[in-house]
Every structure is written in structure tokens, then in C-alpha cells.
């Protein structure tokens, strides 16, 4: 399952201390994937990094965002190796 959230005023890349705020409040965008392998949960969370870091500059539509968070989280998973645990014995 793939999850897109928008996180107003929350992030990982921007500072949580300022003397000074001016600037107006960023609004994050993180994409999770959750899926279920040999009978465990699995959930893998991406930042959209670019979108806080240049975000006087960064312009894409929601849908292009989307993308790139489902490619790089589908990325993460795949370069990810699963070893199948020993079946228990009774």
C-alpha cells in the first residue's frame, strides 16, 4: 500500500528552534509504503526533501510528486533484502 501525506508545518529538514520566524510555514510531503513479507509488516518512509529544502523554488503538481515518491520508495524496497526465517518446528 502506498501512502502520500502532507505534513503542514512538519519536517525533518527544516530547523525546530528560531529566534525569528518570518518565513512562511512548509508543508511536507512524505510517501510511505507498507507491505507484509514472511508474516512480518514492513512500512518504508521517504521525505520529500526537495520540496522543504528549495522551497521558494521547488514547483511540481501533486501527481509528478506522487511519482517521484513511488519510485524512490519502490527503489528502497527493491536495493532491500529479505531473508526468509527457518520454519519452527513443533
Do not use: W
Not at 512524505?30 to 521517504?46: A, E, L, M, W
Not at 521547488?58 to 513511488?70: D, F, G, K, M, P
Amino acid at each position: 500500500m502506498l501512502i502520500f501525506t502532507l505534513l503542514p508545518g512538519g519536517s525533518y529538514f527544516t530547523p525546530r528552534i528560531t529566534l525569528f520566524n518570518t518565513a512562511p510555514s512548509v508543508v511536507a510531503k512524505r510517501g510511505n509504503i507498507c507491505f507484509v513479507k514472511y508474516n512480518h509488516v514492513f512500512v518504508v518512509s521517504i521525505e520529500l526533501a526537495e520540496r522543504v529544502l528549495e522551497h521558494s523554488t521547488y514547483h511540481q503538481t501533486a501527481e509528478h510528486e506522487n511519482e517521484i515518491l513511488r519510485k524512490r520508495l519502490l527503489d528502497a524496497v527493491g536495493r532491500m533484502q529479505f531473508i526468509k526465517p527457518p520454519e519452527v518446528k513443533d
